[in-house]
């Protein structure tokens, strides 16, 4: 996969969304907010494939998104995608 990292859990990425408004406190009670391991392995396994598939069909996007992503952070917030945060560049938050 690259470069990118992939989080699952990270206190400190967590507090900056809360921080930055785009998720709430309320949203990390009990760990809601965490994927189990059967969702991680999954969504891991997802986010391979798709990567090597744009690298298969679109190469200078691939390396565009090698270039400019480091992170991907997943996280279960109801009603939400995901998104960027302007403070942390290189940084996707995603509920898949």
Known sequence: MDNI???????????HLINNYLIEKKDTLD????????ERREIVYNV?????????????????INKHIG???FI?????????VSG?????WLNP
């Open 31 to 38: 760990d809601k907010h965490l994927f189990n391991e059967e």
């Open 88 to 92: 942390l560049l290189g940084l996707i």
């Open 5 to 15: 990292k992939i989080i699952f859990d990270s206190d400190i990425l967590c507090e």
């Open 71 to 73: 992170t991907l952070y």
């Open 48 to 64: 391979e494939k798709a990567l090597d598939l744009i690298k298969l069909l679109h190469p200078d996007l691939h390396y565009l």
């Open 76 to 84: 279960k917030k109801e009603g939400f995608g995901g998104g960027s």
